[in-house]
């Protein structure tokens, strides 16, 4: 059933204090309304345990904005801030919905659609449903996003979507990705199903294999608690990776609907072939450098916290493979970490090599081609082609691989670089569900890494150890090649 088109005239913000809603959303929709893109009626009641007032809350944001929103990017925000008006809450109490509750009808009540953003540590989330359903904010125009982590397996998973759905029609749920608010994620569909040359070529028997990489060149950053019991196939690959994955491997939409979309997604989620021991590699950093500077190991960032060392992975490289006629024999290769050289998110692309050249024996060089779409920090998309290099070759033609680039900023230098947020609020705001995660995708997602980590525990895997600033540890380089591929760095 597709979700109500109406545009939400409240917007209610859960942990409205927190790092998230500092950094990204009240930014996010400052920018937004700077543009003129945010409902002209929109008001937005911010809720934490916090004991502030209105003015304390402008008073926040105001600073949140001047540190992480360009001033060009403001706008008029004296007219964004008077749109905030905030009500102190306990949400692990059912006291004080009630004046949550009178706090939204002070600013025009639900019957002008309200949309919920919940940003809580996942315990809070039943308490925080049934304070609200108490409350009578569950009604047919109030619809509920919810931010990660959803659960740590498949059974808390379904425990966190049941408590939702006993008060949200999955319609009316919008569970969040921020990478699907990225662009060159977005264009990944545009890439695939707006150019024709890419879709007859988009199979088994002209890509070889497929690489995605998210590295990350910090470390435990104040996560300490949330990331030692969650580890990187839990906060990265789980989510992020196999989105991105789906993208790359999806079968054509009928259309670009929510539905549709949304469809082909968990096919490819459900055809995850389960992964065996030999297909992972698993690994924790120890002291090194980044950025030219000195950093600790993971074992002793928990030291300095207080904690005893763990198992935890910091690091996770996996070959999985789709298994339809699509991607029959195409391995796709995951690889995730902390304190890597570079902080990266790319998927690459291999194809094929020609299967006969004209030019063996010329030392021409011939590679074979690869698309890379890169992510972050900056969004590309760059073909390599080969090209002969000019000149006049006596011992035969000279080959070289040379670049076809879309540079994403230079392409479109009039249009604005966006906060991921930006997509996402506005769509939440609007009630489109495209570019956000539905039940059945995120419960094939956990039954594929819960069988992962079942393997781990099966033949009592333990992460290797890697230096800081490394690319991981070295039974990443053998995962790949012993299939003769490299990782592309």
Request: proline share 5%; charged share 25%; aromatic share 8%.
């Amino acid at each position: 059933m597709a979700a109500p088109q109406f545009a939400a005239e409240r917007l209610l913000l859960f942990g409205a204090t927190g790092d998230l809603s500092r950094r990204k959303l009240l930014p996010s929709l400052c920018a937004l309304d700077a543009d003129g893109l945010l409902p002209e009626k929109l008001k937005i009641i911010g809720t934490a345990r916090s004991d502030l007032d209105d003015a304390d809350f402008r008073d926040m944001a105001r600073a949140a904005l001047e540190e992480f929103l360009p001033a060009e990017r403001r706008g008029g925000m004296a007219g964004f801030l008077n749109r905030l008006s905030y009500q102190t809450l306990d949400a692990s109490t059912p006291d004080g919905f009630d004046d949550l509750a009178a706090k939204i009808d002070a600013a025009g009540g639900t019957d002008g659609g309200l949309a919920i953003f919940l940003s809580t540590a996942p315990s809070l989330f039943g308490p925080t449903i049934a304070g609200l359903e108490k409350a009578g904010l569950t009604g047919d125009k109030v619809r509920m996003c919810l931010e990660k982590p959803l659960g740590t397996d498949l059974a808390s998973s379904a425990e966190i979507n049941d408590a939702v759905a006993d008060a949200f029609p999955e319609s009316r749920i919008f569970r969040i990705d921020h990478y699907l608010g990225k662009e060159t994620v977005q264009n990944l569909l545009a890439l695939r199903f707006a150019n024709i040359l890419f879709e007859p070529i988009w199979n088994s028997n002209v890509i070889e294999h497929v690489q995605i990489t998210v590295a990350e060149t910090v470390g435990l950053e104040g996560r300490v608690g949330f990331y030692d019991d969650a580890g990187a196939l839990r906060d990265m690959v789980q989510n992020h990776m196999l989105q991105l994955l789906a993208l790359v491997a999806m079968e054509p939409p009928t259309s670009f609907d929510a539905t549709a979309v949304r469809d082909e997604k968990v096919k490819v989620l459900r055809a995850l072939r389960q992964v065996t021991a030999n297909e992972t590699v698993t690994g924790q950093y120890r002291a090194g450098a980044s950025n030219g500077q000195a950093v600790p190991g993971y074992d002793e960032e928990l030291a300095q916290h207080g904690l005893d060392e763990s198992e935890t992975e910091t690091f996770a490289a996996i070959k999985a493979h789709v298994d339809n006629w699509r991607w029959k024999g195409v391995p796709f290769y995951l690889r995730t970490g902390k304190r890597m050289p570079q902080r990266v998110t790319e998927i690459l692309v291999q194809f094929r090599r020609v299967p006969h050249s004209i030019f063996e024996g010329m030392g021409a060089g011939l590679h074979p081609n690869h698309l890379l779409i890169e992510i972050q920090p900056e969004e590309n998309i760059t073909l390599s082609l080969m090209a002969k290099v000019p000149g006049l070759d006596e011992d035969g033609v000279r080959l070289r691989e040379v670049p076809l680039a879309i540079t994403m900023p230079d392409a479109f230098a009039e249009a604005q670089r966006r906060i991921a947020y930006e997509r996402l609020l506005l769509d939440l705001i609007k009630g489109d569900q495209t570019l956000f995660v539905r039940r059945d995708e995120v419960e094939a997602q956990w039954n594929w890494i819960d069988g992962i980590r079942a393997g781990w525990e099966l033949h009592e895997v333990k992460p290797q150890t890697y230096t800081a600033g490394s690319w991981g540890p070295s039974g990443a380089v053998a995962l790949t090649e012993r299939d003769g591929v490299s990782w592309h760095e």
